[in-house]
């Protein structure tokens, strides 16, 4: 099932599309026990059973709640509004490090994003008055789904909700002011998030799965996740053994090979530009690049 976040006349909500591709509003729904999409990955059994019997029964006996407003009346959020943290893994796939010149780690190589630092799909991206280096990074998100500490890598799957698209923009030299990324991974508006969470019992195997980037139709990027140096279950473990995760945590697991700094001349996003990451199974996350 597709999970999504939005704004519609003016209201934060969350929901699911309806048979007809319209907006099944489960925020206004459960707006008292489940007012998020993070609420309700983090709510007990029954009230799950609420959701799911609440989406199964239809009007006049009908299977399948029906929708409550056409697509075209929400504006999309990051699926994940209020997540308690976002953890982004540098240099993880195998091409991505060989043409960036640094040696295979020995370990995840992680850093922080807040959540004020991406947008929705369709959203612009803002390409920051302080540096023109903007650098594209489609990446697969992962959503978790459970709260846990020190989980086994053969656990580590049954505690991911979902999965989703990930841009992590880049201010390139800002990322290179010091050995410390933050400053160049966390411009406000400089990333994207979405469209939407699909969940796990939908993608058995991210290894599966395919990634590409386009930028103004172009494609910039594209790799199998299967290139990953530190599997998901790997990641999962990791970090779980230094913070405790909790249900709408975000991992942000890399960007395969293709990426802007690399390229001769390097290739940057720019005003006016329309950026695209596509993953098998979960969708496209489309956004224009505005100068702020």
């Known amino acids: 099932m597709k999970y999504i976040s939005f704004i519609h006349v003016n209201r934060s909500s969350w929901g699911t599309y309806g048979p007809d591709g319209g907006i099944i509003d489960l925020g206004a729904e459960f707006i008292k026990d489940i007012p998020t999409l993070r609420d309700f990955l983090s709510c007990d059994v029954s009230m799950k059973a609420k959701v799911t019997n609440y989406l199964n ?67 612009t991206i803002l390409l920051p008055r302080e540096s023109p280096q903007l650098d594209y990074e489609g990446e697969l998100a992962v959503i978790i789904g459970k709260k846990g500490r020190r989980i086994i890598e053969k656990d580590a799957m049954n505690f991911i909700a979902g999965y989703s698209c990930y841009n992590e923009g880049s201010v390139r030299d800002w990322q290179r002011h010091s050995s410390q990324y933050l400053p160049g991974k966390n411009f406000y ?57 909790y249900p709408g945590d975000v991992i942000v697991t890399g960007t395969p ?36």
Request: glycine content about 10%; some cysteine.
């Open 57 to 123: 029964t239809g009007f006049g006996g009908g299977v399948g709640k029906a929708s409550d407003y056409p697509k075209k009346d929400i504006q999309l959020l990051p699926p994940i509004t209020n997540p308690n943290k976002i953890i982004c893994v540098g240099l993880n796939y195998r091409k991505h490090a060989n043409e960036t010149g640094n040696p295979i780690p020995n370990s995840p190589i992680l850093f922080p994003r807040w959540p004020e630092s991406h947008v929705g799909d369709c959203q």
């Open 189 to 245: 508006h400089s990333g994207a998030f979405g469209p939407c969470m699909v969940t796990s019992d939908e993608i058995v195997n991210p290894d599966s799965l395919v990634l590409e980037t386009r930028l103004n139709g172009k494609i910039v990027q594209h790799e199998s996740v299967a290139d990953l140096i530190f599997k998901i279950p790997k990641l999962i473990s990791y970090i779980s053994t230094f913070t405790e995760i």
């Open 257 to 292: 090979s293709g990426v802007g700094h690399a390229k001769q001349p390097p290739l940057w996003m720019k005003n006016g530009d329309t950026v695209e990451v596509e993953i098998t199974n979960i969708g496209i996350l489309k956004n224009t690049i505005e100068l702020d």
